[in-house]
C-alpha cells in the first residue's frame, strides 16, 4: 500500500525526501504517548478534592504518575542527546530559533505564509523551530520540578533519600519515612520542606496549563500546515518521509 501510494504520487511529479531518523520518531511518539498519560493523571490529581480520593488512593495516582514520568524525563534527556549525534534535521541548530540568517528565514518564511504561496521545509520551518524551542523547555521545566516532587511527595530518586533524611524523626531510618506515618516525620523539618515544596508544585501545575495550550497550538499548526503546505508531515513522524512536488527551502539531502 506505502509503496503502492508513494509510486502514484512520484508519478506526479512528487519526491520523497528522508528527514526523521528513526530514534527522532521513536522520541515523538513515546514523549507524546508519556505526556497524553501524565496530563490525565495530572487532571485527576487537580481534583483529587471534587472526585473524593482518598489519601491511599492519590498516593497510588501519583506513584504512577512519577512512573510514567521516568519514562518521559529519560526519553527527553535521550532527545537532547540525540540532537548531538542525529541526522541533520535531528540536530540543535535545525530543531531550535538561532543559526545564520534565522530571523530572515523566520521573515521569509511569515511573508510567503500571509501572501498564500507558503514555503516548503523538509525539516522544520522556522515558525516550528520557535514552538519546537518552548514545547522543549516547558517539558524540561516538567521534568525537572516533577523529579523534585517524585522526592518530597514519595521520597523516591532522583532526589527522595536527600528529602526523607530533612524529614526523619530522630533515630528513623530515613528509608522508612513516609508522609502517611506522621511518626516517622519532625513535624518542624516536615513543615519547613513543605515550604520549599510549595512553590515547586505551584511551577509544575501552571507549566502544565501552558504546556497544554501549547500542545492545542502544535496540533492546530501541524493540521493548517499539512493542508496549506503539504508534505505529508503527519505520515513522516511515522515513515521518517516527506513529499514534495517542488525543492523544499531546506534540502540537505
Ligand atoms: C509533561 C509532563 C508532565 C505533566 C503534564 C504533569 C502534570 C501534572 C499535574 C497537572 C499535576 C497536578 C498538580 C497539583 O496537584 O497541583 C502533577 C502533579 C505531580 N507531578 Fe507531574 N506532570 C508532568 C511530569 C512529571 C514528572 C516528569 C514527574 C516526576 C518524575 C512528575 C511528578 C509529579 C508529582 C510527584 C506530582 C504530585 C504533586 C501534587 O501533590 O500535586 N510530573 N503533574
Redesign the pocket.
Known sequence: MDQHQQTLVLSEGYQAYSVWDAPTRWFHWINAIA?LG??II??I??NDDALGLSANGKILL?QI??VC??V??LNLMWRFLWAFFGNDYARWNAILPYGRGYWRKLRAYGNAFFSGQPQEYVGHNPAARLAIAVLLLL?LL??AT??I??GT??FWPPFGRWFAEWVAAAGVDPAMVSSLSTNTLDRAAYKAMRGFRSPI?TI??YA?YV?AGTILMHLIAVIVTEIREGGSITSAMFTGRKLFNRPPQDTKG
Open positions: 505526556v501524565l496530563s495530572g487532571i490529581l487537580l501519583k504518575h512519577v514520568g521516568y518521559m524525563a517539558l516538567q521534568a516533577g523529579l516532587l517524585a511527595d514519595l508544585v509544575h501545575t502544565f504546556l
